[in-house]
């Protein structure tokens, strides 16, 4: 496989825009994703990021182990989604609002929307470095209100996690991560700058969008990615580039840089390690939902 780049120096790349590929679950979760392979590592530590709406129950309860199974509702979600695990959690996630499974050495999961709601969120998955994958997991659940929100000329900016203009959030996730919603238009300036030994990955949820890094732009059409890599401190330009505002996402965490093995819900070290959990998932080891 071949993959195109668009703007490379000595410390960093851009990668040409990558559109998602369709997905469609039973009756009621359609969306599009992206996977870690098509990015040749600029997306590390994210594994795979789903864009999705979901209206019905549709994975039941499953899995997860060496990884962090994180989810992000958009503000324009209807409705409430219920979240149970095997850490005991049991309550429901909010228009807006984050949940970070880190799932460690295994935990159970299980969402699902309540009657007649519509989920539009993403599903990202998160590595986790060797040394934290056999822990004990652990959750973080931040809700919309707690959010601070970046104000500008044609920009609105929700900082879901992490830290960028100088503002950073209360909440920390266990791998150093940034999420940032937003929306933007022609006028718009807003600038993030990627923290020193971190990757970046920029999405295009609604409309279209335009982002600068080194001197260039480049545009990204509905529904598709970008991935900046080897980043040293460099700042990112999005402005909105569709005759309404544009929606868009950036995700950006600190790189692991470590080989690893994924089956499905699990990421481990070695395939070693993967079969080890299956056995252990399949024995009934990783947790029980009450």
Request: charge should be negative.
């Amino acid at each position: 496989m071949t993959y195109q780049v668009a703007q490379q120096h000595d410390s960093m790349t851009a990668f040409a825009p990558v559109k998602g590929s369709p997905i469609s679950v039973g009756s009621g979760f359609t969306g599009v994703g992206f996977r870690h392979g098509q990015f040749y590592g600029a997306m590390d530590p994210f594994i795979m990021v789903d864009h999705y709406t979901m209206t019905a129950p549709t994975f039941g309860t499953h899995p997860h182990a060496g990884l962090s199974a994180v989810t992000v509702l958009f503000e324009d979600t209807v409705g409430k989604f219920n979240n149970r695990d095997s850490l005991g959690n049991d309550f429901d996630i909010n228009p807006g609002d984050l949940y970070w499974l880190n799932a460690g050495s295994g935990a159970i999961h299980d969402e699902a929307p309540r009657k007649g709601a519509t989920i539009h969120g993403l599903q990202i998955f998160v590595n986790l470095p060797a040394r934290m994958k056999r822990q004990a997991p652990n959750s973080l659940h931040v809700k919309r209100e707690d959010m601070p929100t970046l104000k500008g000329q044609g920009y609105r900016v929700r900082l879901v996690l992490g830290q960028s203009n100088g503002v950073e959030t209360d909440a920390a996730s266990v791998w150093p991560a940034t999420i940032l919603d937003g929306f933007a238009d022609k006028t718009s300036v807003f600038e993030h700058r990627i923290q020193t030994g971190f990757n970046a990955w920029i999405y295009s949820v609604e409309g279209d969008i335009e982002y600068q890094v080194r001197g260039e732009w480049f545009t990204l059409h509905q529904g598709e990615s970008s991935a900046i890599n080897g980043a040293e401190g460099e700042a990112v330009t999005v402005r909105g580039k569709s005759p309404t505002r544009s929606h868009f996402a950036v995700l950006s965490g600190e790189t692991i840089n470590e080989h690893f093995v994924q089956r499905g819900p699990f990421a481990m070290s070695t395939q070693q390690e993967v079969d080890e959990v299956v056995a252990r998932y399949n024995a009934g080891e990783l947790g029980h939902l009450e």
